[in-house]
């Protein structure tokens, strides 16, 4: 008995450091990246080919029976692009509307307080899940941790396709011309910049995080030169060099902690220059994307549309989909805490759309940019996150570098209005 049992034993050892070395290998970010990109390449590869024989085939001109229309839509779109610049009034994009100034002045605390409600409580929920345990009954028990951020994406795309797909319905909306695998795009790149986002809080702190964001002028910068050929004047250049000035001091004066969600680390580094590259590519696409005649809830279904699909997907074919479920079912608390953060980013974006229809693009990104440095100084307060001098003098100048674009941006806006030729 003892001698079947030594045979077996190494066997079983080699089985263990079998599992050893896979939960290793997932306990590697780059890993964890990888698997996702195969899982998204198994929905990409094969939609790549249809589309591709569709277009070649001719298949608009021949095509026929119940399929058609949906594939018509998907592959070709139904109308060619159109501006949607030119069927809005400018005013009512960009300019406050007609109406009492209290009147306004309600509005716009409405919106600014949505805005702040939503993104705040989203930021901290989004620290809360990322750096903290679920389930420590016990001092000594140190409880368990939620890993797969992918699955928290999808948490987030599956609500907010939901809100944005019954706008559509209850809302008139401009009749949709784009060809929806277009949407695909984006819809990629923002998943990896939402995954990189929730990755990044694993090795690096929040303040830290909210300033990669506040610098990612920059890469808009390029990525708008290299996609869209944009040309941009001198104090944008100034501004964004400021704006890397004042984070670059931020980092170097950044001090280690007991707690690990404290410290900037390589990898967290990394993978913030990740989140950076892939969300400005994201805005970038959806410019080119408006040259079609369509609204911004419609944009926001069919990214979310692609971004459900492709996580969805991927979760399955990993079998990480249900052990997050099973980690729900574990912990009530975690589930409420993702729940709550899909609602207020979905709510968030609602927002957003609101504002910027209401008080134009200016007006938000002030509300946005003090929502950065209250959200700093809330996560500093709640995680005991430390700033040294050097290090708020550098998030001071971030911020001033941020309000100098607003102000310089709206200076050039109205002095191009004032040259326009008055009507009699």
Not at 43 to 61: E, H, M, Q, V, W
Not at 153 to 178: D, E
Request: proline letters at 3%; one cysteine or more; hydrophobic letters at 45%.
């Amino acid at each position: 008995m003892s001698k079947t049992a030594s045979r077996q034993l190494p066997s079983e050892v080699l089985i263990a450091e079998d599992s050893s070395l896979l939960n290793s290998w997932h306990d590697v970010w780059f890993f964890r990246f990888l698997v996702n990109m195969l899982g998204y390449a198994t929905i990409i590869i094969p939609g790549y080919f249809l589309i591709s024989y569709f277009k070649r085939s001719n298949y608009l001109d021949r095509g026929s029976g119940l399929c058609y229309p949906l594939i018509k839509t998907c592959v070709f779109g139904g109308e060619d692009k159109s501006s949607l610049l030119d069927d809005v009034p400018v005013s009512s994009r960009n300019e406050p509307d007609s109406g009492s100034s209290v009147k306004q002045a309600l509005k716009l605390m409405f919106c600014a307080a949505g805005l702040q409600a939503s993104y705040l409580t989203w930021g901290v929920l989004q620290e809360r899940v990322m750096t903290r345990s679920y389930g420590a009954v016990a001092p000594d028990h140190d409880g368990e941790k939620f890993k797969d951020s992918q699955f928290l994406v999808f948490m987030n795309r599956i609500l907010a396709l939901t809100v944005s797909g019954l706008w559509c319905m209850l809302f008139k909306q401009p009749r949709h011309g784009a060809p929806m695998y277009k949407y695909s795009f984006a819809s990629l790149s923002n998943i990896l910049s939402s995954w990189c986002q929730y990755e990044a809080l694993k090795f690096i702190s929040f303040p830290t995080q909210v300033l990669a964001k506040a610098s990612k002028v920059i890469p808009v910068m390029l990525m708008g030169k290299l996609i869209s050929r944009k040309s941009y004047e001198y104090w944008e250049y100034f501004t964004a060099v400021l704006i890397s000035v004042g984070v670059s001091m931020f980092l170097l004066s950044s001090t280690t902690s007991k707690h690990p969600s404290t410290v900037t680390t390589f990898s967290g580094v990394v993978i913030l220059v990740g989140y950076i590259v892939f969300d400005s590519f994201t805005s970038n696409w959806q410019d080119n994307l408006f040259k079609y005649k369509m609204s911004s809830v419609q944009m926001m279904f069919g990214v979310n549309l692609f971004s459900c699909l492709f996580t969805v997907g991927s979760l399955l074919e990993q079998g990480a989909f249900f052990e997050s479920l099973a980690f729900m079912t574990r912990h009530s608390e975690f589930t409420f805490h993702a729940v709550l953060l899909s609602v207020c980013s979905a709510c968030g974006q609602l927002f957003i759309f609101y504002t910027i229809s209401q008080f134009g693009a200016a007006v938000f990104t002030i509300i946005m940019t003090l929502r950065q440095a209250f959200a700093i100084l809330l996560s500093c307060f709640l995680y005991g996150h430390s700033v040294t001098v050097v290090g708020g003098f550098g998030v001071a100048v971030v911020f001033v570098a941020l309000f100098l674009r607003v102000y310089a941006r709206s200076r050039m806006k109205s002095g191009r209005q004032s040259s326009l030729p008055q009507k009699v």
